[in-house]
């Protein structure tokens, strides 16, 4: 799985008592990168876990090609990414399985909490529907029979969040159509603003921006400041602008505290169970793309941001304006602003 993720899509390799390896990410794509994935498998993988992260689909077909080859699973995170399609195919179809959030947040949103699973595969969706209940088999129209097969939780949804999801759906299609307008505004406004770097989507899939993600990169147009104070000066000075854009994960997954303590039910557990692969550890310098990401990314919003409808391109004006105001209109003031930073730090 990737190193760069949101924790929950390694912390559920850990629920289900597996051991999460990592590979770094494409620094364009931000996902995994699947010319490094071979180098990571072993005897023990069982998936590859695939997270369309921000809203950007992964490399689904050469990614499909790596799992054929070692008989693995493909299992999509689409928790950011829902509306976004794939050589014609849409974010959650795109693995034999997919798990998408439905959180308040999300693109897809059930207002509270909630998820959706999808396979195309009757054994998984058995098993899914296991898991869900208890380790129990819930027939519809059949009366429960209280006896438990296997480990099991309770991941019911709320029935009134279900429903709430459900006209959501509908309206997807528009929601992030409306999304994707904002945000190629914003690529081709903030794409000519000095010591911004706007991602590139690849011609064979759709974003759905969950994040609006760029990258800070000074040094790419020769200007002489650390990226972090370049970075946290812009964030400021957006802020006072009221243009909300801020940092996301600060660590890469591998560097959080769990992995490098590597202890999650106790004892040591899963890593030191007598079936682990011996000597795991986690070294972030071995995912050099997902810490330069963490270093230079900001991004703005997500569907309860301003990037969504109603907002449209008179706000989208706006945002942009403000950042050409502070790095074109106001470059010597801001540049003062950042060396500022940097000086202070040393
Ligand atoms: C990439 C990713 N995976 C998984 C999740 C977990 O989803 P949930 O909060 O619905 O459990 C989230 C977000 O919360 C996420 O961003």
Request: with cysteine.
């Amino acid at each position: 799985m990737p190193a760069f993720t949101f924790l929950a899509s390694a912390s559920c390799v850990l629920h289900s008592n597996g051991i999460p390896i990592f590979v770094d990410i494409e620094p364009n794509t931000c996902c995994i990168d699947y010319k490094k994935i071979e180098e990571r498998i072993n005897e023990k993988t069982k998936a590859i876990v695939c997270v369309d992260i921000h809203g950007m689909p992964c490399d689904y077909d050469e990614i499909h090609e790596i799992a054929a080859k070692h008989s693995l699973k493909v299992i999509e995170d689409g928790a950011q990414a829902h509306g976004s399609v794939y050589k014609g195919r849409q974010v959650g179809s795109l693995g034999d399985a997919a798990g998408c959030s439905l959180n308040g947040s999300k693109n897809l949103s059930a207002l509270a909490e909630g998820g959706l699973f999808s396979t195309d595969d009757d054994e998984m969706a058995d098993l899914a529907g296991r898991v869900r209940m208890f380790g129990e088999y819930v027939t519809p129209g059949e009366q429960r029979k209280y006896n438990s097969y296997m480990m099991g939780w309770n991941y019911r949804t709320d029935p009134l969040q279900s429903a709430f999801a459900r006209s959501q759906l509908r309206r997807l299609p528009a929601l992030t159509e409306a999304r994707q307008k904002n945000c190629q505004y914003l690529d081709e406004r903030l794409s000519k603003l000095p010591g911004i770097l706007v991602q590139e989507v690849p011609a064979d899939r759709t974003h759905s921006y969950f994040f609006y993600v760029f990258r800070v990169q000074p040094y790419k147009d020769g200007i002489d400041i650390p990226v972090w104070a370049y970075r946290d000066a812009l964030a400021e000075a957006l802020s006072a602008e009221g243009t909300p854009t801020q940092r996301w994960q600060h660590y890469t997954i591998p560097e959080q505290t769990l992995f490098q303590f590597r202890d999650a039910y106790g004892q040591g557990c899963p890593w030191s169970c007598k079936f682990a692969r011996p000597g795991i550890t986690y070294d972030g310098a071995e995912y050099p793309e997902a810490k330069r990401l963490i270093d230079e990314f900001l991004c703005m919003g997500h569907s309860t941001g301003g990037l969504g409808a109603p907002n449209d391109l008179e706000l989208m004006k706006l945002y942009a304006d403000s950042y050409e105001k502070i790095l074109v209109d106001n470059q010597a003031e801001f540049l003062a602003m950042a060396q500022e930073k940097a000086a202070a730090a040393m």
